[in-house]
């Protein structure tokens, strides 16, 4: 069943009638084209992409067949209106996640005469968090192109190489390896600025010392997310220290993964070695979060995920503790799950995570 089917199965289950798609995002999913000006109208037995002149030629080609695409020259929710009468719809859900007060005023004065309520975020945010076979496949494509930018980065990166250089060098052999975009900025950081997290590549040599990379590519709307950290010298005893506690924690919770497992469950196996080996307050962000269209989705595995959330068919995760110490260094090793919709666990990343040393 595709997608949009999906939806308008989803649609009728809840009750309504239509409904107004106006995230980017969202529109991708069930249209299949990436576009940024205009509307998706799906009613419980028809479906509508309008936009305007300027995407014509590329949403014929692009978009599935179950959708049509209009150009309305009235302006698409006067258009929308037309179409919501054509078929007898009363019930209709727009998207409360993503609308703007100012748009939503718009919407009740254009869409007079219909029941508008909240719903389409949360229906789709649940479709979403299940990937299918297919966007599995995608998002393996995009971890591919990834797990080869790592390969080259080892052999491209120079002493004289800045952070900035490091980012752009992974960025440009993703996109020449086939990447529509990035998944998300480039984080590349050494020495002292390896201890933020999310440190901005700095307009300055390599430091000695850690060197963490965390990047992605985006293929077919789908990203990929993975990190890895390097030594750029030689590591001390307490560099290998640290190192070797990340990658244990991170083999753990690998490990532990299975469908049914619980979120906080999944997090703690991985905090409870960084903490027991003495690095209590140095892992502070969450073991992993979903992935999909967007890098950060749902579900999201950390101490503060809701109780009854498990790792369920079709989610994607990311993998990835760390240890952090303020004004020192840092280090992260982060690898992208899925349970596939067979029950099974698939590592999507497969390059190397034993310490490397470069120089």
């Known amino acids: 069943m595709s997608h949009l089917n999906r939806f308008q199965s989803l649609l009728k289950?809840?009750?309504?009638?239509?409904?107004i798609v106006s995230d980017k995002m969202n529109q991708r999913y069930l249209s299949g084209f990436d576009f940024d000006d205009g509307l998706v109208l799906v009613t419980t037995d028809a479906a509508y992409l309008l936009t305007d002149f300027r995407y014509a030629e590329a949403a014929e080609e692009k978009t599935t067949k179950e959708m049509k695409v209009l150009l309305p020259k009235e302006g698409h929710l006067v258009c929308i209106a037309s179409l919501l009468s054509s078929h007898a719809c009363k019930s209709v859900c727009i998207e409360e996640a993503h609308l703007s007060y100012g748009e939503y005023l718009r919407y009740q004065k254009l869409l007079e005469g219909f029941v508008l309520s909240g719903g389409a975020s949360?229906?789709?945010?649940?479709?979403?968090?299940?990937?299918?076979?297919?966007?599995?496949?995608?998002?393996?494509?995009?971890?591919?192109?990834t797990d080869a930018a790592f390969a080259h980065i080892l052999g491209a990166i120079k002493p004289d190489m800045t952070e900035v250089?490091?980012?752009?060098?992974?960025?440009?052999?993703?996109?020449?390896?086939?990447?529509?975009?990035?998944?998300?900025?480039?984080?590349?950081?050494?020495?002292?600025?390896?201890?933020?997290?999310?440190?901005?590549?700095?307009?300055?040599?390599?430091?000695?010392g850690f060197l963490t990379m965390d990047f992605g590519a985006r293929v077919d709307g789908y990203c990929s997310d993975m990190t890895r950290t390097v030594v750029i010298g030689r590591a001390d005893e307490e560099m290998k220290r640290l190192y070797n506690t990340v990658l244990s924690a991170q083999t753990a919770a690998l490990e532990a993964a299975h469908e049914g497992i619980g979120c906080v469950a999944l997090d703690r196996v991985a905090r409870d070695i960084i903490n027991g080996a003495g690095y209590e307050g140095c892992f502070g962000h969450s073991l992993g979060h979903g992935l999909g269209m967007l890098v950060h989705e749902n579900p999201r595995v950390s101490p503060g995920?809701?109780?009854?959330?498990?790792?369920?068919?079709?989610?994607?995760?990311?993998?990835?503790?760390?240890?952090?110490?303020?004004?020192k260094y840092g280090c992260r090793i982060e690898d992208l799950i899925c349970i596939k919709n067979d029950g099974s666990v698939y590592n999507f990343t497969h390059s190397p995570k034993e310490l490397i040393e470069l120089f």
Not at 306 to 326: F, K
């Open 122 to 145: 949360e229906l789709l945010s649940y479709l979403r968090l299940h990937k299918d076979d297919a966007e599995i496949e995608t998002v393996a494509r995009a971890q591919r192109i």
């Open 13 to 19: 289950e809840k009750g309504y009638d239509a409904a």
């Open 305 to 327: 995920a809701p109780a009854e959330s498990v790792l369920e068919r079709g989610h994607i995760v990311s993998v990835e503790p760390g240890i952090y110490i303020a004004g």
């Open 165 to 208: 250089e490091v980012a752009l060098e992974l960025e440009y052999f993703m996109k020449r390896e086939g990447a529509e975009a990035l998944a998300f900025d480039t984080i590349a950081v050494s020495g002292t600025n390896s201890s933020r997290p999310h440190g901005v590549p700095r307009h300055c040599k390599l430091e000695r």
